[in-house]
């Protein structure tokens, strides 16, 4: 079965900081993983995704996150975060027909 | 591009009424799966419609259920509501064979009371 575990489920952090937001899954096949963002009333955003290559992959907005096969994990990272990143952050995983598992997300909360 | 619309953006209905619920892909794109967000939980996948049948379905009962058009648009229906119903309720259209990319509409903010 495929399921996804963001372990952190609210991350307050200081403006211009880093923050690393962890998200680890579950699966017996390959798969593909993303991280989507979701803004106040609104739907989701893609912030990146990793399908195939290159482990670290690179995001809009600064986000880069690194794929983990070992340690099952994709966890999402940015250098310095701004004010306009808060948001709810979802990873999620899609292993068939484009059928997305989404973890219960992690609120980034940056604080002037 | 106008990407995926959803409409109505909200909507109030009481226990037991039915509901329904539209959902345009983006241009070009072939497949369209519905989510429901309640609050404080990530999206759940409810079915996924591609060439006007169901493909795949989630854990949801039967009261849930679609229809996609030949123009790949859709419609999620409910019927007898429950309160448990309420949710954000969330459309994604993708492209077979191309990237999993999947685009989300704003979603429709359904309340049941």
């Known amino acids: 079965a495929q399921s996804v575990t963001q372990l952190d489920s609210q991350v307050p952090v200081f403006e211009e900081a880093p923050v690393e937001l962890r998200c680890n899954y579950s699966?017996?096949?390959?798969?593909?993983l993303f991280w989507y963002v979701q803004y106040p009333n609104q739907g989701l955003q893609l912030l990146l995704k990793y399908l195939s290559g290159s482990t670290l992959v690179k995001g809009i907005n600064g986000f880069e996150a690194e794929f983990n096969k070992s340690q099952t994990s994709f966890h999402l990272r940015k250098p310095s975060v701004h004010i306009s990143d808060t948001a709810e952050y979802f990873c999620?995983?899609?292993?068939?027909?484009?059928?997305?598992?989404f973890g219960s997300g992690t609120k980034l909360n940056v604080k002037p | 591009d106008a990407g995926v619309t959803q409409s109505p953006t909200h909507l109030i209905k009481t226990r037991g009424q039915q509901v329904t619920l539209r959902c345009s892909p983006k241009s070009g794109h072939d497949t369209v799966s519905w989510y429901q967000q309640a609050l404080g939980q990530g999206p759940q996948f409810i079915f996924q419609?591609?060439?006007?049948?169901?493909?795949q379905r989630g854990n949801f009962p039967d009261r849930f259920s679609g229809h996609q058009f030949p123009n790949y648009s859709s419609e999620l229906n409910v019927n007898a509501l429950l309160l448990g119903d309420s949710a954000l309720y969330l459309c994604?259209?993708?492209?077979?064979?191309?990237?999993?990319?999947?685009?989300f509409g704003q979603g429709t903010r359904l309340t049941v009371v």
């Open positions: 994604a259209s993708t492209k077979t064979g191309v990237g999993f990319e999947a685009f």
């Open positions: 699966s017996s096949v390959s798969v593909y």
């Open positions: 419609y591609y060439e006007e049948e169901e493909r």
């Open positions: 999620a995983v899609v292993y068939n027909f484009n059928k997305f598992y």
